[in-house]
Nanobody, 117 residues
């Protein structure tokens, strides 16, 4: 298990930026790929960005060009830089390995992001 601990969320105005962090227990790439997910009120959790051990990245269309996923392998930490935020980005953000995402107990507490208009 990753036992992720997410942080960095908060309240920000539309157009603002936030940087989220996710500290994992052990190597973040022992499952090859790690991602950032979000769940808005009344909606299903969605994968917004992922990064592989080789450095390949993929973003959901809704965040492409605004969000950047990166890692610090020495610190077992994954980051999500979020720029040009808009109210539609309001959600609880989580990190997890996609291969583990089907297990309810693999998720951390998440970090809340609220974007005001």
């Amino acid at each position: 298990q990753l036992q992720p601990v997410e942080s960095g969320g908060g309240l920000v105005q539309s157009g603002g930026s936030l940087r989220l962090s996710c500290a994992a227990s052990g190597s973040i790439f022992r499952f090859n790929t790690i991602g950032w997910y979000r769940q808005a009120p009344g909606k299903q959790r969605e994968l917004v960005a992922r990064i592989t051990y080789g450095g390949g990245t993929h973003y959901a269309d809704s965040v492409k060009g605004r969000f950047t996923i990166s890692t610090d392998n020495a610190k077992n930490t994954v980051y999500l830089q979020m720029n040009s935020l808009n109210p539609e980005d309001t959600a609880v953000y989580y990190c997890n390995a996609p291969v583990l995402s089907g297990a309810d107990d693999s998720w951390g507490q998440g970090t809340q992001v609220i974007v005001s208009s």
